[in-house]
Every structure is written in C-alpha cells, then in structure tokens.
C-alpha cells in the first residue's frame, strides 16, 4: 500500500521532475520530424502528430526480453489552438492518460512528434528533440493537474511551499515576494491567504484540488493538461472547480486538455472534442457538432448515454455489446469492428483513416457518409435480410 501510495506520488508530481526520463542519447535516436513547423498556423500552441506509446511486455524466465507491446496510444494526431480547451474522452483504458503523460515526458513517446509554441520568438519547438535541460525550460508553459488532489500533492508541504515549489525550481521568485504571490494566486483560485499555512491533510477534496490548480498555474503556463481533475469530487464541488477553470481561463488565456468521463462536464469547459477508442482518434469536431450530430458509431453510442433533463424528448440509448479488444494486440481492421453495429466485412480488413467531413469534422469511420444520411442498415438488419432472402 506504501508503495502504492509512493508510485502514486512519483507520477503525480508536475512534470518539472519527471523530465530527466529523457537523456541526451534517447534524444540523440529519435527520428527526423516530418512535419515543417513554417506549416502550422500561427494560432496552434501544441501539435501532435503520429504519436505512438507503446508499453514493452517482458517476459522469459533467466533472460528477460519483450515479449509483445501494449499499444497504449497508437498514432494519434491532434492540435490545440491558442486560449482553447480540448476535451478528451473515451472508455476506461483507451489511452487518454497515457498522452496526456507522453506530452509532459513522464512518458518517452515511442514515436511521432509533439510541436509546441513557445520561447520569445512564439516558435513552434519539437519537444523531442529537446536536450532535458531545454525540456525543463519548456516545462513551465506546459503544466498538468492530476485526478486525485490528496495525492498530487507532498503531505510534508505547507500550502505555501506546495504553491512555491514550481517557481524555485525555476528561480522565478524572491524571497521578498513570495507571500504576496501565493496570497494572490490562491486568492485566484478561490481560496483565502490563511490557508497558505495548512498542510493537505487539513484541507478538503475541492481545496486540495485548487491548490494542484493553483501550482500548475504558478508559472504562468500556455497549456494545462487536466487529467480527470474533478472526478474525485462530489458534484456540487465538481462544478465550482470547473467554474473556476472556465473564470481562469477567460481571464489569462491559456489553453487546456480536458480529460474525463463526465460527458456532461467536457461539453460544459470544451470548445472542441477528441474521441478516442482503443489508442486511436475516432472523431474530432466542435463540442457542439460531436455532441449534437455524432458521426462515428463510437462516438453515437457514447452520446446516447448522456441522461437528456426534458422527459418529454426521446432518445435512443445504443448499448455496445461485446468486450474492448486487447491494446496488445488490437483488430486489424477498424479497432472498433468487433463492437460496432454497422460493421461490414470491408471494416475487418481494412483500417478507415480519419477523413475531414463538414465543418472540419474529423472521423475515422469508412461507411460516415452512408450512416449520416441514413443509407447504412445496421449489421443484424442485413443478416435477417440475407437470411429471409435465403429462405424464399
Ligand atoms: N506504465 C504502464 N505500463 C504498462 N501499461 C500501461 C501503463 N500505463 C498505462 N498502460 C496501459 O495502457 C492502456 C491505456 O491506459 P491509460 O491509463 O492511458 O487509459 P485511460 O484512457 O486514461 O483510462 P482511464 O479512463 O481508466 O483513466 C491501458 O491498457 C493500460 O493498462
Ligand atoms: S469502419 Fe466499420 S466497424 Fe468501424 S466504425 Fe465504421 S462501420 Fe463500424
Ligand atoms: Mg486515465
């Protein structure tokens, strides 16, 4: 449990330590970018494209070697514009964790790259090839906030110290300054100066959350990734921190990456949506059009669960049969064949790529057209047509 409780600790702290995991050598062997940063609109803080996060099995008895690789994010491609929040959602182990951790480096990204904006000259920066020192430096426009408030945060700190600390490890405070600075930052996150004093334990959930807030904002970032930052907390709590983000974020203008569970939550902070299934993108849009008019048979089946408040409107509610496929060794085809109920045979063999429909709406589906506009039966519908056609 000890130990538990220590791993827990280790990768919850902000990303300023866990930078080390990458040395000079695993920068030295990462492959040339194919991307030309002159080509990237000049309103994207962070673009990733191809990423890949795959997770060595290792087995044997005397010699251990890689047996197999869990492809925990398996070439994902996405852009956050400037002052936008991104909301990231999908099934429990679909990999949403893991980028957000290999876009703070606590994970070494297997392969692809991440393009972020930052510097004096705003330059567009491919963090791999970044030596760990200059990583450290970027560290501070890209922070991130973890699930679990009571954990992320070191219960020998004061308050104060736990707020500080992201601002000594980069010299950016002086003595004289620093209770005029945690007083106004805290103030900023809706807690009051006396609690400067208090350690964790003597803080509630939602108040142990603001502080992993208020240090993830310390530095004045460009990009916070929030990993399920409110699913500890009971919903009253819930909405008053997501308030408190929608207010930060209106007032200093960074961008977010939003991930959690809620449906509910991610259409309240998100201005677009990233679907993800099996370490892929499904569908990416404006929350709006993939809240209101989803696409992909994933995301369809997902929306459906949303709870509507009007009793008088009727909704489908589409259950997902079957179980989700191993990331060790995935389908194929399309990874959502072996659940989707429009799959054809063509969805076996070939995997669909992510195609621009209206509105910039991206989608991974190789029949989207046919199921928008009505003219894609559903799988059992054409079994039991075959099968009476047979029968005549
Ligand atoms: N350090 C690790 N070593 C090996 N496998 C890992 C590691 N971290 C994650 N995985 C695996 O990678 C896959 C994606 O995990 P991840 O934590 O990113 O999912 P998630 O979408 O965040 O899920 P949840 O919604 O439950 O938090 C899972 O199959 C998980 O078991
Ligand atoms: S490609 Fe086929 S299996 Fe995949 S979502 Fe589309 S219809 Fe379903
Ligand atoms: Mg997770």
Not at 347 to 365: G, I, R, S, T
Request: net charge negative; aromatic share 8%; proline share 6%.
């Amino acid at each position: 449990m000890f130990k538990l409780k220590l791993e827990q600790r280790f990768h919850k702290l902000s990303s300023f330590e866990s930078i080390k995991v990458m040395s000079q050598t695993d920068v030295e062997k990462i492959e040339k970018p194919t991307t030309d940063p002159k080509d990237i609109a000049p309103d994207v803080q962070l673009k990733v494209v191809n990423l890949r996060k795959y997770f060595p099995i290792e087995g044997g008895f005397l010699w251990k070697k890689k047996i197999a690789d869990i492809k925990a994010v398996d070439g994902v491609t996405f852009e956050v514009k400037n002052g936008e929040t991104l909301g990231l959602v999908g099934e429990s182990g679909c990999g949403k964790s893991t980028i957000a951790k290999t876009l703070t480096f606590l994970h070494k990204p297997t392969s692809g790259e991440v393009w972020f904006r930052t510097g004096r000259d705003e330059e567009m920066i491919d963090l791999r090839v970044l030596s760990p020192k200059a990583l450290r430096g970027v560290a501070k426009d890209l922070t991130m906030v973890f699930q679990d408030p009571a954990a992320s945060l070191d219960p020998r700190y004061t308050v104060m110290q736990s707020v500080l600390e992201p601002l000594e490890i980069h010299n950016q405070v002086d003595d004289s300054d620093k209770y005029a600075v945690v007083r106004s930052i805290l103030l900023q996150v809706g807690l009051s100066p006396h609690h400067a004093y208090r350690y964790p334990h003597e803080l509630s959930g939602g108040q142990q959350q603001r502080v992993g807030i208020a240090r993830a904002l310390t530095l004045q970032p460009r990009l916070i990734i929030l990993d399920e930052p409110v699913s500890a907390l009971d919903v009253s709590v819930r909405a008053s921190i997501i308030n408190l983000l929608i207010k930060l974020q209106d007032e200093l203008g960074f961008a977010y990456i939003f991930i959690a569970h809620d449906l509910s939550v991610v259409r309240k902070i998100s201005h677009r949506v990233a679907v993800m299934y099996l370490g892929k993108l499904m569908e990416f849009g404006t929350v709006d059009d993939v809240y209101d008019d989803p696409m992909h048979p994933y995301t369809q089946a997902l929306m459906s669960a949303i709870p509507v408040a009007d009793p008088t409107v009727k909704k489908e509610r589409i259950f997902l049969k079957g179980e989700v496929p191993t990331p060790i060794d995935p389908p194929v085809g399309c990874r959502f064949c072996t659940r989707c109920r429009y799959v054809r045979q063509k969805c076996y063999l070939e995997e669909p790529e992510l195609k621009e429909y209206d509105n910039h709406k991206l989608v991974a589906c190789h029949f989207a057209s046919e199921i928008k506009a009505g003219t894609h039966v559903l799988a059992d519908e054409l079994i039991d047509a075959e099968e009476s056609v047979d029968a005549s």
